[in-house]
């Protein structure tokens, strides 16, 4: 599959302008993230639902009676558990099957078959009458996830005018954030319909999913998927419909270079596998990790969870969700306005600090106020909130959205359309972690937890400070000879790729 970001990476400025028609194709595109924010959102506040667990989870309901014989345990449920994570094993499996779709169907009906997922995915949890439905139910769920977010991103990054590439790339991420808060809005109003909250929030997902699904009927295909599918006419004919301009004869050529480039790389995975491709891979695989062992999704999935352990109701602790799932909107914009004026490494330093100092402040209230029985006082409670959307806002201006568009601008065309999609499925498989563990590690580590996500965000930090470049403003394709080679660290493997060429070289 063929990632084509124009041929010099920021792309030459060729003529075009923002049509009205791909604006509304960027609108349907980017609500597969929805979803998939909505996804990650809505579980949290169901499995905090009374109604839901008697249903499913009668264990976890009983423990929960007697919650305060132990805070840290209530939830600690392996099921419970696989009903949040399965999703995001399906995805990983998914999004392997989803590249190749990608790449030989298109972008737009890999679009199509994830909002089918998402419908019958919807359709089953939302109905269901016992716990393997509702299971099958997210595992659809999680291939609509796979197959959304391969070829989202890559559509939006395709159909987007040259200039505005990077701040569509934040857009998927800011339509995440969005799913994520309309879920904790739903999980507040839904909490007190009795006895079918619960299914309304998981089958609210459908109304997204009906909008994607009727939306890539009337979306086109990507230029570059068709060209790259020798369909070269009528690639030439969409990119004159989606960029409003006669003289598109310059991009045109520059996707057919860039095609011919990509398809003479035959096997684009064992390239991955060269020392050159090792700077980008693992600064792309290790993003993710790090990304997802900050524990930001044991607050994403689990926040009602989490506040409810600390002392607050339930309809207390589903609005506290609300405010972090707001503050996580907004500060992904102050990430957009930001990335491209202090650059990434800026954002990831100071978050780094910024999430570090967070979490040891909930860890210390935990650890000192709140014992295995009892709740946390109010004052308490409250700081731990505070501190909870202090550590989200650092996570929302930068390990967030910089997780997705590091590993999109720094591998080179020819390893592109593999990399990504090793990024994504390594995001879907810590993402599993967290979820599957969370629970159990909260039961086993109580406060400790907070110690544990704390001594990850040192490392990441560190790791950052040594080993991730800043990219701010380098052309994609010259990526190679201005970030890696130079670098105190990486040019090793640089050098060793030149060496190798040269032997080759002078062996022909
Ligand atoms: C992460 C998700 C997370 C979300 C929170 C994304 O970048 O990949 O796992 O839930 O940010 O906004």
Redesign the pocket.
Known sequence: MAVVVSANGNGPAFEAKMTVYVFVCVLIAAVGGLI??YD??ISGGVTAMDDFLKKFFPTVWERKQHAHENNYCKYDNQHLQLFTSSLYLAALVASFLASAVCSKLGRKPTMQFASVFFLIGVGLAAGADNIVMLIIGRILLGFGVGFGNQAVPLFLSEIAPAQLRGGLNIVF?LM??IG?LIANLVNYFTATVHPNGWRIALGGAAIPAVILLLGSLIICETPTSLIERNKNEEGRETLRKIRGVEDINDEYESIVHACEIASQVKDPYRKLLKPASRPPLIIGMLL?LF??FSG??AI??YAPVLFQTVGFGNNAALLSAVITGSI?VLS?FVGIYLVDRTGRRFLLLQSSVHMLISQLIIGIILAKDLGITGTLGKAQAMVVVVFVCAY?MG??WS???L??LIPSETFPLETRSAGFPVAVSC?MLF?FVIAQAFLSMLCGMRSGIFFFFSAWIIVMGLFALFFIPETKGVAIDDVRERVWKPHWFWKRYMLAEDDHQDVEKRTE
Do not use: S
Request: aromatic share 18%; no cysteine.
């Open positions: 998939f924010g990650i959102g991420q995440v954030t994520i993710q990304q997802q930001i999704n994403m999935f996580n992904t989200v996570f929302a390990w967030g959205p997780g997705w995001n993402t």
